[in-house]
């Protein structure tokens, strides 16, 4: 049975940091292309970070380059994404993904068929 877990979220002050963390079992990760997307109310869920495993290309949208860092254990099958300089506008509920075949827009949420129950980020004074 494939599943993915996310936890690290929480709450957090802007420009500070948090480390999100997706635990898979039943496939492993370094075969599929994973990724981290998030949504904020109202909004359409979005790509944040992805690595497709075929070719190693990552994607990172413009709003959180030179901040957030995604990252893979393959001994722990864990995926993580670092999150530094947070701000306000990154409250979101974030989700881990993965995909079957390799995508051909790597940060399109359509493109992945595993996804995560979602962890909660707010960033707030």
């Known amino acids: 049975q494939v599943q993915l877990v996310e936890s690290g979220g929480g709450l957090v002050q802007p420009g500070g940091s948090l480390r999100l963390s997706c635990a898979a079992s039943?496939?492993?990760?370094?075969?599929?292309?994973i990724g981290w997307f998030r949504q904020a109310p109202g909004k359409e869920r979005e790509g944040v970070s992805c690595i497709r495993s075929s070719d190693g290309s990552t994607y990172y949208a413009d709003s959180v380059k030179g901040r957030f860092t995604i990252s893979r254990d393959n001994v722990k099958n864990t995926m993580y994404l670092q999150m530094n300089s947070l701000k306000p506008e990154d409250t979101a509920v974030y989700y881990c993904?993965?995909?079957?075949?390799?995508?051909?827009?790597?940060?399109?949420?359509?493109?992945?068929?595993?996804w995560g129950q979602g962890t909660q980020v707010t960033v707030s004074s």
């Open positions: 039943g496939f492993t990760l370094d075969v599929y292309a």
């Open positions: 993904a993965a995909a079957r075949w390799p995508p051909v827009l790597l940060g399109s949420p359509s493109e992945y068929d595993y």
